[in-house]
């Protein structure tokens, strides 16, 4: 009885785990239809490559808008770029310009008309900043700068030397005095000095002393087996002097406050335009029609020599931009003649008071429109500026540029200098202490002090 009763107990066990391990209908039905399938043998088994969430690749930082210097100083500072030179001589300079901070800020604001065309130009080309302070040292600034040596201009070029660079010079006209022009002529000059010796320093000597002497100094160095840079060379005072002034600038622009020196502020933007001119017309009447006074017309435009800007079908001034619109308006509705002067060529025999008699002015007149005075010796062939008679069309003929005679020392000077040698250098020397103070006829004097002033525009050797 008891082993019986074991026995349906342990059957009853069985039933009821059997039950609770029974799978549901559905999924014994797929299992039966879908057998699994066999495991693949370890040998085939291929290993699937892990998956990689995807990154997204940086993205370049959002470009941060260069914003333009708002003063002419600070882009120039920006693009210093030649070696510092420390010396005696440029903290001499250093002191002498900042001693007159009157005849500085002269310079400064003679130049604040022209800079931003000057650095315009000499950024294009990816000259050194430096290069916009150098007619500082040439002509203070002065468009109207003119040397012993016939050195003409902000950039100082001698007659020769400007038709070389492609500087038009007739009895109208003066390309020196061109600021555009002469700017545009005075950097490729730069440029080739630069691309001959490789070297701003030597380039800038080359410039005021002329690229055959440097190369000759040079050469004489590498023959005694010294160094060929600008220190090591043998050189004339001024040339010496020459950049040891640009960098006493440079350094003053760089830190005025260090030197005492207050730099007024020069806006970054164009000061003038050009415009074209088809007609001729008397320089007067283009500055009434700017509404501008007419010195300030002529600083503008020291160009065109006489009182008629003869125009060569395309002819151009320089205007403040602010003027423009109004010399356009006041040149259309003029309907008079535009011009009232003309040229006259003196026959032989003819006398100064005849001329004056035939077109009406007096001959106090008719010398100051031509610059005549005591030691002006009038020649057969020779033109002057005379009144154009009422109803006549006026006389403006092609006319060459009046010869210039260099002065017999700076000649002399010149000359001996190209043959070498110690004599040459003590000539070149002595002529230029002979006449160290009257280089430059400026319209602005610089304030005068004692012993060396600055010099106002250095009598070029190019």
């Not at 797929?30 to 370890?42: L, M, V």
């Not at 061109?178 to 080739?192: C, F, G, H, P, R």
């Not at 160009?303 to 003869?310: G, L, M, P, S, T």
Request: glycine share 6%.
């Amino acid at each position: 009885m008891t082993h019986a009763f074991a026995r349906l107990l342990l059957l009853t066990v069985t039933l009821v785990a059997t039950g609770c391990a029974q799978i549901p209908t559905g999924e014994l039905s797929e299992a039966a239809t879908n057998p699994p399938a066999p495991a693949a043998p370890p040998e085939s088994v291929v290993e699937q490559p892990a998956i990689i969430a995807e990154v997204p690749p940086p993205q370049p930082a959002p470009a941060v808008e260069k914003v333009a210097p708002r003063d002419m100083w600070e882009r120039i500072r920006a693009g210093f770029a030649m070696r510092p030179m420390d010396s005696d001589l440029v903290r001499d300079w250093e002191i002498r310009y900042s001693a007159k901070p009157e005849y500085f800020a002269r310079m400064v604001d003679r130049g604040s008309h022209y800079l931003f065309h000057i650095v315009e130009e000499i950024e294009r080309r990816k000259m050194p900043a430096e290069i916009a302070l150098l007619p500082m040292i040439e002509s203070a600034y002065n468009p109207q700068a003119y040397s012993k040596a016939h050195a003409s201009g902000l950039w100082q070029f001698i007659p020769s030397t400007g038709r070389i660079f492609g500087l038009r010079q007739n009895w109208w006209y003066d390309g020196r005095r061109d600021v555009i022009a002469a700017t545009s002529a005075a950097l490729d000059y730069l440029e080739k000095l630069y691309g001959m010796f490789g070297d701003w320093e030597l380039a800038l000597a080359s410039y005021n002393w002329g690229e055959g002497a440097v190369s000759r100094a040079i050469a004489r160095n590498q023959a005694k087996g010294l160094p060929g840079d600008y220190a090591s060379l043998t050189m004339p005072a001024e040339t010496r002097n020459y950049l040891p002034k640009l960098i006493a600038v440079k350094n003053i622009i760089a830190d005025p406050a260090r030197f005492g020196v207050q730099l007024a502020s020069v806006p970054n933007e164009p000061y003038f335009e050009v415009v074209t001119l088809k007609e001729h017309i008397d320089v007067k009447l283009a500055a009434r029609f700017a509404e501008m006074p007419v010195d300030e017309f002529r600083f503008l435009n020291p160009a065109h020599n006489k009182r008629v800007i003869k125009s060569y079908a395309a002819e151009t001034i320089v205007l403040p931009r602010n003027k423009v619109a109004l010399f356009h308006a006041n040149l259309q509705n003029h309907d008079k003649p535009l011009v009232s002067w003309q040229a006259h060529t003196l026959k032989r025999g003819e006398k100064p008071e005849k001329v004056a008699a035939k077109y009406g002015i007096s001959l106090s007149e008719l010398k100051e429109v031509n610059g005549i005075n005591g030691k002006t010796r009038l020649r057969p062939g020779q033109p002057l500026l005379v009144p154009v008679k009422e109803g006549m069309t006026p006389n403006l003929p092609d006319l060459p540029a009046t010869p210039v005679t260099l002065t017999r020392a700076y000649k002399a000077a010149r000359t001996t200098h190209a043959r070498g040698g110690k004599r040459a250098k003590h000539a070149t020397r002595a002529a230029i202490k002979r006449q160290p103070a009257k280089r430059a006829k400026v319209a602005i004097k610089p304030p005068v002090r004692k012993g060396k002033p600055p010099v106002v525009a250095s009598q070029s050797r190019r």
